[in-house]
C-alpha cells in the first residue's frame, strides 16, 4: 500500500481535483488474500496519522486493537510503517473473525485523499466515477431545457 501523506493542504488539494471535475473515487476489484495490505501500512487514530513510537505505545494502551500490529519501518513521510503480527506465511490473517475494523474496511476511498493506494499487486484498485451531484445537475438542466422548449 502506498504511504499516505497526513498534510491538511494536500489532502484539500487531492479532494478539489475530484469535486472540480465531477468525479468520485471508487475502489474495484476484491482481495486475492495476498496480505500486502497488512504488511506495509500506515494507521490513523482518531483521524490523525501515528508518527512515533511513543504516539504508538500509547495508543496500544488504550486500544488493545492496535497491540496486533508492530512498527515495520521507521518514520517515512512523518508516519509510521506496520506491518500487523497475525499474518499468516500464505498472507491470511491468523485471527480473520476478530479482526478490527480498520481491517474489514480495506480499502476505503478516503486513502486516496491522503495519497494512499492499494499496491500493484493488490486485487483491489481505484476507479474514478461521476459524482452524483453532477449527474443530478446535468439531469436538472436538461429537463429544464425540456420543460422552457415544452411551453
Same mark, same amino acid.
Given at each position: 500500500? %502506498?504511504?499516505?501523506s &497526513?498534510?491538511?493542504?494536500? $489532502?484539500?488539494?487531492r479532494?478539489?481535483? #475530484?469535486?472540480?471535475? =465531477? ?5 474495484? =476489484?476484491?482481495?486475492?488474500?495476498? =496480505? =500486502?495490505?497488512?504488511?506495509y501500512? /500506515? ?7 501515528? $508518527?512515533? +513510537?511513543?504516539q504508538?505505545?500509547r ?7 492496535? +497491540? +496486533?500490529?508492530?512498527?515495520? @519501518? ?15 506465511e @500464505?498472507g /491470511?490473517c491468523? &485471527?480473520?473473525?476478530n ?5 474489514? &474496511? #480495506?480499502?476505503? +476511498? ?14 483491489? #484498485?481505484? %476507479?474514478? /466515477? /461521476? ?10 438542466r %436538461?429537463n $429544464?431545457?425540456?420543460? $422552457?422548449?415544452?411551453?
Amino acid at each position: 500500500m %502506498a504511504l499516505f501523506s &497526513d498534510s491538511f493542504l494536500v $489532502r484539500m488539494w487531492r479532494h478539489c481535483w #475530484y469535486f472540480f471535475r =465531477g468525479k468520485t473515487p471508487v475502489i474495484r =476489484g476484491g482481495c486475492l488474500q495476498c =496480505g =500486502g495490505c497488512c504488511r506495509y501500512i /500506515t494507521l490513523m487514530y482518531e483521524g490523525k496519522m501515528i $508518527r512515533s +513510537r511513543w504516539q504508538f505505545d500509547r495508543i496500544c494502551k488504550k486500544d488493545p486493537v492496535f +497491540r +496486533r500490529f508492530v512498527v515495520a @519501518e521507521n518514520a517515512f513521510m512523518k508516519n509510521l510503517v506496520f506491518r500487523c503480527n497475525l499474518l499468516s506465511e @500464505e498472507g /491470511t490473517c491468523l &485471527d480473520y473473525e476478530n479482526r478490527p475494523q480498520l481491517c474489514k &474496511d #480495506y480499502p476505503t +476511498r478516503h486513502m486516496v485523499y491522503y495519497g494512499g493506494a492499494p499496491s500493484a499487486h493488490c486485487g483491489f #484498485y481505484i %476507479a474514478e /466515477t /461521476t459524482s452524483f451531484a453532477r449527474i443530478l445537475k446535468k439531469t436538472i438542466r %436538461a429537463n $429544464r431545457k425540456k420543460e $422552457r422548449k415544452g411551453s
